[in-house]
């Protein structure tokens, strides 16, 4: 890329990632040397590591700065190639490679993700609601309760006691086995804040609906309370995808 350099810096100066200080070691510039953009919105890379040993991965959704968006790291990878799981269809993102938390050196490449309009049909899934819950944890139990009365700063002075989740409702065919499939989970702030949630997921067998828990929102929450004052008030929408496909969407509110 042309403008790869000053990109790198404005990330550098107008972004915060939260995790440790710069390694101290001499490291040098990782390459990517190859991105190839799936349908489905997965995306796989390769790298040449000239420091070898392990390194991190990280995305960026590409906006104006104002959202609060920030880079999701995968630490730790081992290896020259990785597969992007949860990126959100059809939005822009960098893509980044580097030693250790060293973001001097990073590698960094911008892919498009395409959107997804292919319908899930497979087995016959609806999408019945999205909420925003928190859970309260009691050793091995838990309960949780809906945050449809928790105003935007009642929410944030709630983070540090309580866990938000966006929890899901589905409707779906009965069979005698389990299934399996890929889920992600694409969450939208109304200032434009993107978070996701890649799992795999299995909808057990002779049940015709069930929920899952399916994204963690107080990281979320905290980022964009530092970049706006506040946790925005308004419309979250909620977009789910299966293997590839789109299964179905949903929204939650917060005052």
Not at 21 to 49: E, G, K, R, Y
Not at 72 to 95: C, I
Not at 144 to 151: F, Q, S
Request: aromatic fraction near 14%; proline fraction near 4%; charged fraction near 15%.
């Amino acid at each position: 890329m042309k403008t790869k350099t000053g990109i790198l810096v404005t990330l550098l100066l107008a972004l915060v990632i939260c995790i440790a200080p710069l390694s101290a070691f001499a490291a040098q510039p990782i390459t990517i040397t190859s991105v190839t953009v799936n349908d489905d919105a997965t995306v796989d890379i390769t790298w040449n590591n000239p420091n070898g040993g392990k390194v991190t991965v990280g995305s960026l959704v590409v906006d104006d700065g104002t959202a609060g968006n920030r880079i999701m790291a995968e630490f730790d990878v081992s290896g020259s190639s990785y597969t992007y799981r949860n990126l959100a269809p059809g939005l822009d993102y960098y893509l980044l490679v580097f030693p250790d938390v060293d973001l001097n050196n990073a590698g960094l490449e911008l892919a498009s993700i395409p959107e997804i309009t292919r319908q899930f049909e497979d087995i016959y899934f609806d999408v019945q609601d999205a909420n925003l819950t928190y859970f309260v944890t009691s050793g091995s139990n838990y309960s949780y309760n809906y945050a449809k009365n928790l105003t935007n700063d009642e929410i944030y002075d709630l983070l540090e006691k309580k866990e938000f989740w966006v929890k899901m409702d589905f409707n779906h065919v009965s069979f005698s086995y389990d299934q399996s499939f890929q889920s992600l989970t694409v969450v939208t702030s109304p200032t434009g804040y993107v978070t996701t949630s890649a799992v795999e997921i299995t909808i057990p067998k002779y049940t015709t609906a069930f929920w899952q828990t399916m994204a963690y929102m107080n990281q979320a929450f905290a980022d964009m309370y530092a970049a706006t004052g506040e946790i925005p008030s308004g419309e979250y929408t909620v977009d789910f995808y299966l293997d590839g496909h789109f299964a179905g969407d949903s929204s939650f509110y917060i005052k």
